[in-house]
Structures are given as C-alpha cells and as structure tokens.
C-alpha cells in the first residue's frame, strides 16, 4: 500500500516509527544519500527537496490514483489522517500535537543536525559552532524535558509528535548531551525505547545499512557538498 523511500536518518526514523506502529502495509524503497541517490530524476519527482523519506499512497483514501508525499513532518500528519491514529481528533489536543511536530521540524531536527555536523562531520572543528550547537540542543532538551513533567508523552498518548521527537534524541551521546540531566525526557526516551514497534523500526538499520554512522570521503562530497546547482532541471 506504502511505498516508503528511505534511509537510516532521524527523519527516516520517523516514518518507520509509525508504519511500524500502525500496521499499515509498507515496502521499503533505499535511497542510499551516501551514493546520491536522492538526485535520480524519479526520486526528485516525488521529493523535490532531494531530501528522504518520502512516500507514495497506492490507496490514498480519495479513491483515486496515487499520492506522494515528501518532508518527514506532512508525512506522519498524511499517514496519521489516513489511519485515524497517533492524532488526536479532540481540537486542543490536536493542537498541542501539532505545535510539537511543527516545534521539533524547526527546531530540535534542524539544530541537533548542525550539532551533528560540526561535532562529527565537519572536517575543521570549529570551537564557537561546536559550542554554539551543542548549547542549543541543550536548551531543546530541556524545553522537551519541561514540558514531559508529570506526562508518559508529550501530549499525555503517544502521538506523532513522540515520533518526531524521538529519533533526534537517540543520537544524544552524539549530541554531547547526558539525558541523567533531563530526568523527564530521560524516562520519556526509556519508555518509547522500550516500545516492540520502536525495536522493530531501528532493526531494520541492521538489514539496509549495516554502515550507519560512518561516510567516507565521496559519500561527505555528495551529503555536504551540495549547492544550487546541485538539482538540474
């Protein structure tokens, strides 16, 4: 039904995250960003941003032909709305879910990635980034940690927005960040950890990309390298 375009990213994670919960059926379709595979012309027909994931409906609920759809936080809202789970229906409730997805898409994934990147990748550390980044992961977390005192989730049942939230705080050693500071969203990490669905979606690194973690020379060239000539029309 799902055709799920993908790598072994917090932003992939996301999606897995919620097929896995749901059920829905799924086949997954690598898009290894390590070799430039988000730059093939049928790629960028369903992800203009030359980003994953990415999906396409088979059986979009209109009836009608398939549907793609491309950004990591549209498509757990797409998949929520298809599948009546994981958003509340309830107006404030929803509304809190959201703030949260669209709070993680602008903030905790875009800072935690620059974190990332001049912590792991970046090929001069960079002392003022480096602390810069790490700084401000810090101060998420402890905006998440705030707002999950005294809730198992961030909108008290688990939602789309834990499984937004989630795969950016797993790479926390990374991060440079020690979640026995933030007991709340430590507890909150434990609990989704512990969850068969959550086990089942980081499996499936071990059986696409044995590797994660690690890019040599070409694969930075391709992933860092890029510009505004990078896509061609």
């Not at 896995?20 to 790629?43: A, W």
């Not at 088979?58 to 797409?78: C, K, M, N």
């Amino acid at each position: 039904m799902i055709d799920l375009y993908y790598w072994t990213t917090p932003n992939g994670h996301k999606i897995t995250l919620f097929l896995e919960e749901c059920g829905l059926e799924y086949k997954i379709k690598p898009i290894n960003i390590g070799k430039g595979d988000q730059f093939e012309p049928s790629f960028l027909r369903i992800a203009p941003n030359n980003r994953i994931p990415a999906i396409v409906d088979h059986s979009p609920t209109d009836g009608g032909d398939a549907i793609s759809v491309f950004e990591s936080g549209a498509i757990l809202q797409y998949l929520a709305e298809k599948t009546g789970k994981f958003l509340p229906t309830d107006l404030r409730q929803r509304t809190q879910v959201m703030e949260w997805l669209f709070w993680q898409m602008a903030g905790l994934g875009p800072m935690a990635g620059q974190n990332h990147h001049f912590n792991v990748y970046a090929p001069v550390k960079l002392e003022y980034a480096i602390d810069r980044y790490v700084r401000e992961t810090a101060r998420l977390y402890n905006v998440l940690n705030t707002r999950l005192a005294g809730r198992d989730y961030i909108v008290d049942e688990y939602s789309i927005a834990d499984m937004a939230c989630y795969p950016w705080i797993k790479p926390h050693v990374q991060q440079q960040q020690d979640l026995n500071d933030f007991p709340h969203l430590k507890a909150w990490f434990e609990r989704i950890s512990a969850r068969p669905a959550t086990q089942r979606a980081y499996a499936l690194v071990d059986s696409i990309n044995p590797a994660a973690g690690t890019h040599d020379d070409a694969a930075k060239k391709i992933l860092f390298g890029q510009d505004g000539k990078s896509i061609q029309p």
